[in-house]
C-alpha cells in the first residue's frame, strides 16, 4: 500500500483481556518498529524487526507483550492480560533499509492503534 | 545515555507570526542523527527533516528552516508565516550510528497551535 496501515485505530479492553493490534507495512520495506506513546509523551520504542527476524524487543515493558513478523510483512503486537497502564498509543514504522547498523533511516509510521484499558 | 528536550508543552500563534520550537539534545556519541516529526490529528508522525552530526549547514525549505548548532546542542524549528494546517504535535528526535541506533529517542514534543 501507499503508507504504513493499522488496526483497529481504537481498542477499548477491559482490564485482564487479551489484545492483537495489527501492522501492515509499506511493501517491500525490510524494517519494521513498534513504539509506544502515552498520552503528552513522545513515543519509545518497543522492538525491531528486520524482515522477519526480531532483532530487538528490549523496549517491551513486560513478558505480557508479544510481537510477531512471520513472512517478514504484516506484524501483529499481542499484548495478554492487559492492564490499565498499557493505555496508550501504538504506532508502527516501517523504512527501507536495515536499521541495525546506521541510525539515518527515516521512518514512515502509521496512524497509530489507541488501546484503553478499562 | 541520549536525551532530547523539548520544553515547549504548547505554542499559540496567530496566523502570519514566525513561531521557532526549541530542542536540546544530550548523547556522548560522535556520529548521531537528529530528526523533526510532525503528528498532525490524524495520528502519524509525518517526517520533516533528518540532520546528521557532521553537517552543521543551516537549512531552509519554504517557510520550514532549522538551526543547528553543536556547541549548544540544539536543533530547532522556525515556521515562518505560520499558518492553520501547521497546527500539530512536533517532535524531535535522535539517533546515533552503531549497534541499536535504529533507536529513536524522541522529545515530548511541543504542541502547535496557530489561530486563525
Known amino acids: 500500500g501507499a503508507g504504513v496501515s493499522q488496526s483497529p485505530r481504537y481498542k477499548v479492553a477491559k482490564r485482564g483481556q487479551d489484545v492483537a493490534l495489527r501492522c501492515d507495512p509499506i511493501?517491500?520495506?525490510?524494517?519494521l518498529f513498534w513504539y509506544q506513546q502515552a498520552l503528552g509523551q513522545g513515543p519509545e520504542f518497543l522492538t525491531y524487526?528486520?524482515?522477519?527476524?526480531?532483532?530487538?524487543k528490549s523496549g517491551l515493558p513486560s513478558d505480557r507483550f508479544f510481537a510477531e513478523r512471520p513472512e517478514g510483512s504484516v506484524s501483529t503486537l499481542k499484548i495478554q492480560r492487559t492492564q490499565q497502564e498499557d493505555s496508550a498509543v501504538y504506532l508502527c514504522?516501517?523504512?527501507?533499509?536495515?536499521?541495525?547498523?546506521?541510525?539515518?533511516?527515516?521512518?514512515?509510521f502509521g496512524a497509530g492503534s489507541r488501546l484503553t484499558v478499562l | 545515555a541520549q536525551k532530547v528536550t523539548q520544553a515547549q508543552t504548547e505554542i499559540s500563534v496567530v496566523e502570519k507570526e514566525d513561531v521557532t520550537l526549541d530542542c536540546v539534545y544530550e548523547?556522548?556519541?560522535?556520529?548521531?542523527?537528529l530528526f523533526w516529526y510532525k503528528q498532525p490529528p490524524s495520528g502519524e508522525l509525518v517526517f520533516l527533516i533528518r540532520?546528521?552530526?557532521?553537517?552543521?549547514q543551516n537549512e531552509i525549505s519554504g517557510r520550514y528552516s532549522w538551526n543547528f548548532q553543536k556547541s549548544t546542542s540544539s536543533f530547532n524549528f522556525t515556521i515562518t508565516a505560520s499558518q492553520v494546517v501547521d497546527s500539530a504535535v512536533y517532535f524531535c528526535?535522535?539517533?546515533?550510528?552503531?549497534?541499536?541506533?535504529?533507536?529513536?529517542?524522541f522529545g515530548k514534543g511541543t504542541k502547535l497551535s496557530v489561530i486563525p
Open positions: 528526535a535522535l539517533s546515533f550510528s552503531g549497534a541499536g541506533s535504529y533507536q529513536l529517542t
Open positions: 514504522a516501517s523504512s527501507l533499509e536495515p536499521g541495525a547498523v546506521s541510525g539515518a533511516n527515516v521512518l514512515t
Open positions: 524487526f528486520q524482515n522477519e527476524a526480531q532483532l530487538d
Open positions: 511493501s517491500g520495506h525490510v524494517s
Open positions: 548523547t556522548r556519541d560522535t556520529t548521531y542523527y
Open positions: 540532520r546528521n552530526s557532521f553537517d552543521e
